[in-house]
């Protein structure tokens, strides 16, 4: 769960390019700027329910390829949780590989507890004309067929395209090989008026050169695809996206906790060329 909404966000900071990208990172035509960005976490809100005393951690995210060759994210998110009798450590480890041009998705997800492996998700995901088929082989080999499905570089592509376009609000199905790997999630996007930073800001200036650039809030919310109604979403996540593809200022809320993500530190690679 925690994976799904970090990477759903990130990938949205990583398929942006802007005016602000120095030429020597100057972004291919899709958009795509590859980087390395760290973000410290820390606990903002909780209930008494959610049994969370304290929490606080970091994630380190990287994002690189290209249109050709396709795109690979690295993902690890490590915290540490005081629920006030005890403390734990939690690592949850992921990559993953997009193909945009085929339609094919392959994931890896380890979770550990205090340095023991939880839990591993591996497999392969590719769009046919029936939807999405997923090959699992981790934790159980099944094969599973979904309705058709947007992966999250493509869905995050989608966004962007509304919010050029102006439209606020859209809805979409999505597949990211999250929890168990054999589940699609409904997807609201709200995208927020283009703003500017306001002068003074600490947090902006981790963004390094591009911090006087405007963003646009972006605010998706993740619901059970078998959800009916008016359903509450798994959850929800916000953030401030540069066009030049900084994802800084993360929100995520759960319902019964609430994470901030502040960025700390930023790296920005070569983009990769198609040959």
């Known amino acids: 769960m925690f994976r799904s909404a970090f990477v759903a966000a990130l990938t949205a900071g990583a ?17 795509l700027a590859p980087h390395r960005a760290v973000y410290d976490l820390k606990l903002k809100d909780a209930t008494e329910r959610s049994g969370i005393a304290g929490m606080y951690g970091r994630m380190v995210y990287e994002f690189n390829g290209s249109p050709c060759d396709g795109y690979t994210v690295s993902f690890r998110f490590v915290t540490q949780v005081n629920t006030g009798e005890e403390t734990r450590l939690t690592d949850q480890q992921t990559t993953t590989y997009e193909d945009l041009k085929n339609g094919s998705f392959r994931f890896l997800t380890r979770s550990f507890t205090d340095e023991k492996l939880d839990k591993e998700v591996r497999g392969t995901a590719r769009e046919d004309k029936e939807g999405v088929s997923v090959d699992l082989t981790a934790p159980d080999t099944k094969q599973v067929e979904l309705a058709a499905s947007r992966f999250p570089t493509e869905h995050m592509l989608d966004v962007i395209e509304h919010a050029r ?3 606020r609000f859209f809805e979409a199905r999505l597949f990211d090989g999250s929890d168990a790997g054999d589940k699609t999630l409904m997807t609201t996007a709200v995208v927020g008026k283009k703003e500017m930073p306001k002068a003074g800001d600490p947090d902006a200036d981790k963004a390094g050169s591009f911090s006087k650039e405007a963003f646009w809030p972006v605010s998706i919310a993740y619901y059970n695809d078998t959800s009916e109604g008016d359903a509450l979403p798994v959850y929800r996540m916000s953030f401030k996206l540069y066009e030049n593809g900084i994802t800084r200022d993360l929100t995520m809320d759960y319902g019964e906790f609430v994470l901030s993500g502040k960025l700390a530190k930023l790296e920005m690679f070569k983009p990769q060329e198609c040959k």
């Open 165 to 167: 376009k102006g439209e």
């Open 15 to 31: 398929c942006f390019a802007g005016s602000g990208v120095p030429s020597a990172f100057a972004t291919p035509a899709t958009g």
